[in-house]
């Protein structure tokens, strides 16, 4: 199993460019969600599935959106970056959303000009 | 809400002891333990569920006191390996499934 991988590693935008951020996972799992990480702020989550065709909000999700048209994949869109979109992005699968570890992504370094 | 963790860091020697803390102002379902070192993805540890559950892996032990909507992180005699940002993440009840981590708490281990 590849387990959970994110593309690209890394990236450059300019102020109001979008893009998408890739996250799949191999493993079957029916959890997924997605973090972004700055410095002294820990992982602040954006948007989470607890399936296919199901999406929420997390603590963060302006300026973000998710769509989970299957299990495998769980892309997240950026509409027009901003700087203060310039963050660490983790993707994370679970078995269970409850009860199991999640299982991190190797993350997308994003800075936005 | 973000649960609050403490210290914000803190610095051992090897072979010491540290105990991290987790608070939350809600009720929560869980608790769970992340391990991260510099540019590197959070490792899972350990999830506590149940009040008063304590758990332990190798050297590292939690507590969850769900009445007092705390976790603590207990690492004893610590190892050169066990440096890292700790991160706890707390799961409410009603929340969707929602895990909310706290700000991290930077353990450095000297030798």
């Known amino acids: 199993n590849a387990g959970v991988t994110q593309t690209p590693k890394f990236q450059v935008l300019k102020t109001g460019q979008s893009m998408t951020l890739q996250c799949a996972q191999d493993?079957?799992?029916?959890?997924m969600s997605w973090y972004r990480q700055d410095p002294g702020m820990g992982l602040r989550l954006i948007h989470y599935?607890?399936?296919?065709?199901?999406?929420d909000q997390g603590e963060v999700p302006n300026g973000y959106n998710v769509s989970r048209s299957t299990t495998e994949d769980f892309p997240l869109r950026l509409l027009s970056a901003a700087p203060s979109q310039t963050s660490v992005y983790f993707c994370?699968?679970?078995?269970?959303?409850?009860?199991?570890?999640?299982?991190f992504g190797p993350g997308t370094r994003l800075t936005v000009l | 809400q973000q649960p609050v963790q403490s210290p914000q860091a803190v610095i051992l020697r090897e072979g010491e002891d540290a105990v991290i803390n987790c608070s939350s102002s809600k009720a929560l379902y869980s608790v769970h333990w992340y391990r991260q070192k510099h540019g590197e993805a959070p490792v899972f540890l350990m999830i506590l569920l149940k009040g008063g559950e304590q758990k332990g892996h190798e050297k590292i032990s939690a507590s969850f006191n769900e009445k007092k909507q705390q976790s603590s992180l207990y690492l004893t005699a610590s190892q050169l390996s066990y440096s890292g940002t700790y991160f706890c993440g707390t799961e409410g009840y009603n929340q969707g499934g929602k895990l909310i981590f706290g700000q991290g708490t930077e353990l450095s281990v000297k030798p």
């Open positions: 493993m079957n799992h029916e959890y």
């Open positions: 599935s607890v399936g296919a065709g199901i999406t």
């Open positions: 994370a699968s679970s078995p269970d959303r409850y009860t199991d570890t999640q299982y």
